[in-house]
């Protein structure tokens, strides 16, 4: 009976040896999984059924239980869950490609030279629209105006919008079209002239004047620019945004897409706060699909600092103005009120200081505590040192862009001088204070590869390395926590954590694989990083290698 322990041992050995194995859909081996998990825990396989994970660990656990129609050697390389955009603007993104490209231009006559050759290339287009100057970039600063654009383009509407799509400047065609001829009072806007006769340029709500102008792409036209769009994210390995404030109209547009199988990636949508929305979507209910989900409103508190439209406690550093807010406080109190009263999430987009002080104090009076509404601040960008203990105190997710540092940080300091600096892209002090960041882009504003705010979180430098030491480098984050910030933190701010945002069972099989590790890659290799391959619900949507 002494070998009883032994012969048992034997037994079992043979008996799990001769056990059929489990069919799953897919089996992915000789890798390195960085699970995400809550113990940041790694694996060499997992499997896959039915479009969720199903098993997590060693390549000899995972391929001796389970047998797999389809198996991937991922040789290797380093596997993440799928990326997850937390504030994205999926519409802009996709007009932007179809519009004329000003990104990096560095001055005004070279975005007049850009819309010509487009025009060239584009000889029947009714309107001429671009998107992504940048006067910051410019050795004459100053806002663009519509004379030069009257003379390069008298007989047709010309709408170029500026890199943070909280200005634009339209020459007199275009003002024609709007019958803007003079300058009106608006609120949370300006219409720029003098002498009560506009000069083109327009800021945040005057935006809206020409806007409702410009004729909108038909459906078909729509889902051939979101196609390709689809393909650029998948190619870069985002499997989920967060579709940062949409109209009824394109809310609509995404349902069917969706409902037509036309869109593989994952949509948290939020629905552009007004009033009327707000009611007619909260008597509507939620809606949500396995792909699509639409539960929660974005509401816009001011504009951008870029274009002085950020709403500041104190007059800007280089301009005697405070910038403004795009509603009264009134305003908005009454829209999170309303959704404070029904099972919504409210997201805010806030900028300035005095921003993002109304609105974390407008949150703080309606979230009960001890609550979980998730309610986010989008941005979060410029906060006063006695704000920042509020997002702790009221449970408020900072929701953060790390590549709009990087970007600013040339300009940053002439509009708020250097005292409010330290408050201003502050995201390790945000997330000691909240305990978690949900890291997106804001494409198109800033470019929709995930690698590149991964990089500006980490070394807070730009693509050229600048600067050496990095830009308030007491503010970037760890590679581990940037990683949770783009997948489980970012599936967290959505109430997804549950469903993804990790690599754990039961959880929808959305992961990418990656050419290098960019927790051990060096910062200087971080951007160039590419993806292999992107999986969704276990099937694959991008690799690399049969491109």
């Not at 410019?138 to 663009?144: A, I, Q």
């Not at 103005?321 to 987009?349: C, D, R, V, W």
Request: charged share 25%; hydrophobic share 40%; aromatic share 10%.
């Amino acid at each position: 009976m002494r070998n009883f322990p032994v012969i048992l041992f034997l037994f079992s050995m043979i008996f799990l040896a001769c056990s059929p194995q489990e069919k799953v859909d897919l089996i992915v081996y000789n890798a390195q999984v960085y699970t995400v998990d809550s113990t940041f825990s790694t694996a060499q396989a997992f499997a896959v059924r039915d479009g969720k994970f199903i098993a997590i660990g060693s390549d000899d656990e995972i391929q001796r239980k389970y047998k797999a129609k389809e198996k991937i050697d991922a040789d290797g390389k380093a596997i993440y869950p799928g990326f997850y955009d937390a504030h994205a603007h999926l519409f802009d993104e996709a007009e932007l490609m179809d519009q004329v490209d000003l990104n990096g231009a560095d001055s005004f006559e070279e975005v007049i030279q850009r819309v010509k050759s487009y025009q060239q290339k584009n000889p029947n287009k009714t309107w001429l629209i671009g998107g992504g100057w940048d006067q910051n970039r410019w050795k004459d600063k100053s806002f663009p105006t519509k004379e030069l654009l009257d003379k390069a383009f008298p007989d047709i509407p010309v709408y170029l919008i500026r890199v943070d799509y909280h200005a634009a400047v339209a020459n007199s065609k275009a003002l024609e079209w709007a019958k803007l001829t003079n300058i009106p009072i608006i609120h949370g806007g300006v219409v720029g002239g003098s002498n009560n006769t506009p000069n083109g340029l327009l800021i945040d709500n005057a935006m809206d004047l020409v806007n409702k102008t410009i004729p909108v792409p038909s459906e078909k036209e729509y889902l051939r620019m979101l196609k390709r769009t689809q393909d650029s994210l998948l190619s870069v390995g985002l499997t989920s945004i967060v579709d940062a404030g949409l109209s009824k109209e394109r809310l609509n547009l995404l349902k069917k897409y969706y409902q037509d199988g036309e869109l593989k990636f994952r949509d948290y949508a939020m629905i552009l706060g007004n009033p009327q929305n707000i009611s007619s979507f909260i008597a509507q209910g939620f809606y949500e699909t396995d792909r699509l989900e639409i539960k929660s409103f974005k509401l816009l508190a001011d504009g951008a600092l870029g274009s002085r439209g950020a709403c500041l406690l104190a007059h800007y550093h280089d301009a005697p103005t405070h910038g403004f807010l795009l509603h009264s406080p009134e305003e908005y109190e009454n829209m999170i009120k309303a959704i404070a009263a029904s099972n919504f999430q409210a997201n805010t987009h806030a900028i300035g200081d005095s921003a993002n002080r109304i609105i974390l104090d407008i949150y703080g009076k309606y979230l009960q505590p001890h609550t979980d509404r998730r309610w986010r601040i989008e941005h979060a960008q410029i906060i006063s040192p006695v704000d920042f203990d509020k997002f702790r105190k009221f449970q408020i997710i900072p929701s953060v862009q790390p590549t709009h540092a990087t970007s600013d940080m040339y300009w940053a300091k002439d509009r708020l001088g250097e005292e409010r600096m330290k408050g201003a892209y502050a995201y390790k002090h945000l997330l000691k204070e909240y305990g978690k960041l949900a890291l997106g882009s804001d494409f198109p504003v800033e470019h929709f590869n995930p690698m590149y705010g991964f990089h500006a979180a980490v070394a807070r430098v730009d693509k050229k390395g600048y600067p050496d030491q990095g830009f308030q480098i007491q503010d970037a984050i760890s590679r581990e926590d940037a990683l949770r910030g783009m997948t489980i933190w970012a599936a967290y701010s959505c109430f997804q954590e549950k469903k993804r945002g990790s690599i754990e069972a039961g959880k929808d099989a959305d992961f990418v694989i990656l050419e290098q590790d960019i927790l051990k890659t060096p910062n200087e290799q971080l951007r160039n990083v590419k993806t292999i391959r992107t999986v969704i619900a276990g099937e694959t949507v991008f690799n690399r290698q049969q491109q």
